[in-house]
């Protein structure tokens, strides 16, 4: 079982960046498929980014050349850099690892770990 802890949301205006931390105990996530989902209000969540075990990232076209998914295998923790945000990048953001998968699943349902989730706001 792996618990995840998610940091680095809030408030920033438009063209600003963050930098989102989710930090794992309880298993090693690098050799996982894991993603960062976001849910703004009203709408269901959606897969924003991921990174396979085999360190392939791939993007929603939402957010491609704008957000950088990443990892530190010995922190044991994922990141998102997050750059030129817009007011639409609003929500709340969950990491989440599919447990048992080295390439990325194609459904949420398949995530089985997840984040508390933190909010981003942009004005």
């Known amino acids: 079982h792996v618990q995840l802890v998610e940091s680095g949301g809030g408030s920033v205006q438009a063209g600003g960046s963050l930098r989102l931390s989710c930090t794992g105990s309880?298993?090693?996530?690098?050799?996982?498929?894991m993603a960062w989902v976001r849910q703004a209000q009203g709408k269901e969540r959606g897969e924003i980014a991921t990174l396979d075990g085999y360190d392939n990232a791939v993007y929603a076209d939402s957010v491609k050349g704008r957000f950088t998914i990443s990892k530190d295998s010995a922190k044991n923790t994922l990141y998102l850099q997050m750059n030129n945000l817009k007011a639409e990048d609003t929500a709340i953001y969950y990491c989440a690892v599919a447990g048992g998968w080295t390439s990325c699943p194609n459904n949420l349902v398949y995530f089985n770990e997840w984040g508390q989730g933190t909010q981003v706001t942009v004005s």
């Open positions: 309880g298993d090693t996530l690098s050799r996982y498929c």
